[in-house]
């Protein structure tokens, strides 16, 4: 299997307007229809594939379905001789609030284990061709870590990341704690994972750590499974499905 060393790179991008940089739309019509997402190939020479996240009323929340459709736009744009490089954005109010919750809310431990759980979100990572994320406005859990997939990170002057799991007794299951480590460092990274603060774009475009992603990746995965055996884990996804403040029992 042959896929490009994936490295976020956070850069800045100087104004305040939405990050979206190309022009010239064209109806992308081969990948069928999708109900998350919109799909089209921009730029002059048609060669740049753009995909846009597309549930505003949940702030770009990343369900299930949501994934799936962007892995088969994915799919597409690789094998399209045409296109050059893929662009994923949001809307200029959120890239990607987080996942789904209410659709985590009452799994348990094995089945997030035994179906390997957000694993085919990966696929996002082992594209052979460059993924930009172009991020305004929030980019929260699965947000941030669906951004930190790609190769290059362009945010405007609304952008904020952050790894809010811990509010919600869990950890980042999608990368984060792997990847956020190697975007922004393992002091502000550790900050960021253990009190869920969030940052903006000024302050993401710091230093790079290295260690080995595939296995930090794995490790990882097991962990957030792990925390589907908590009791602080459903209290937490509970809580913020029924909108209220979490109780927290250390269990
Ligand atoms: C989770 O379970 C609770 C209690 O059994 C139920 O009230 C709630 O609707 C369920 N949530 C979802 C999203 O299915």
């Given at each position: 299997?042959?896929f490009?060393?994936?490295?976020a790179?956070?850069l800045?991008?100087?104004?305040?307007?939405?990050?979206?940089?190309?022009?010239?739309?064209?109806?992308?019509?081969?990948?069928?229809?999708?109900?998350?997402i919109l799909?089209?190939?921009?730029g002059?020479?048609?060669?740049?594939?753009f995909?846009?996240?597309?549930?505003?009323k949940?702030l770009?929340?990343?369900?299930?379905?949501?994934?799936?459709?962007?892995?088969?736009?994915l799919?597409?744009?690789?094998?399209?001789?045409?296109?050059?490089?893929?662009?994923i954005?949001?809307?200029?109010?959120?890239f990607?609030a987080g996942?789904?919750?209410?659709e985590?809310?009452?799994?348990?431990f094995q089945e997030?284990?035994?179906?390997?759980?957000?694993?085919?979100?990966n696929?996002?990572s082992?594209?052979?061709?460059p993924?930009?994320?172009?991020?305004?406005g929030?980019?929260?859990?699965?947000?941030?870590?669906?951004?930190?997939m790609c190769?290059?990170?362009y945010?405007?002057e609304?952008?904020?990341?952050g790894?809010?799991?811990?509010l919600?007794?869990?950890?980042?299951?999608a990368?984060g704690?792997?990847?956020?480590?190697?975007?922004?460092?393992?002091?502000?990274?550790?900050?960021?994972?253990l009190?869920?603060?969030k940052?903006?774009?000024?302050?993401?475009?710091?230093?790079a750590f290295?260690?080995?992603?595939?296995?930090?990746?794995?490790l990882?995965?097991r962990?957030?499974h792990?925390?589907?055996a908590?009791?602080?884990?459903?209290?937490g996804?509970?809580?913020f499905v029924?909108?209220r403040?979490a109780s927290?029992?250390?269990?």
């Amino acid at each position: 299997m042959a896929f490009l060393c994936r490295s976020a790179a956070l850069l800045l991008k100087p104004s305040g307007a939405a990050p979206a940089v190309l022009s010239t739309a064209r109806l992308y019509s081969s990948g069928g229809q999708y109900e998350y997402i919109l799909v089209e190939k921009r730029g002059e020479k048609n060669n740049v594939g753009f995909i846009q996240l597309n549930r505003p009323k949940a702030l770009n929340a990343l369900c299930d379905g949501l994934m799936k459709e962007v892995g088969q736009a994915l799919d597409a744009f690789e094998v399209d001789g045409d296109v050059g490089a893929i662009v994923i954005t949001g809307s200029d109010r959120a890239f990607a609030a987080g996942a789904d919750i209410k659709e985590m809310q009452n799994r348990t431990f094995q089945e997030c284990y035994g179906g390997n759980f957000l694993a085919h979100w990966n696929r996002v990572s082992t594209v052979k061709k460059p993924v930009i994320a172009a991020v305004n406005g929030f980019a929260l859990g699965g947000g941030c870590e669906l951004a930190m997939m790609c190769d290059i990170i362009y945010a405007g002057e609304k952008a904020q990341f952050g790894q809010p799991e811990i509010l919600l007794g869990t950890i980042p299951g999608a990368g984060g704690t792997q990847r956020l480590t190697r975007a922004v460092g393992k002091s502000l990274a550790m900050e960021m994972v253990l009190t869920g603060d969030k940052i903006n774009a000024q302050e993401a475009k710091q230093s790079a750590f290295e260690l080995t992603l595939a296995e930090g990746n794995r490790l990882e995965k097991r962990l957030f499974h792990a925390t589907f055996a908590t009791d602080d884990r459903k209290e937490g996804m509970t809580a913020f499905v029924e909108k209220r403040k979490a109780s927290f029992q250390d269990k």
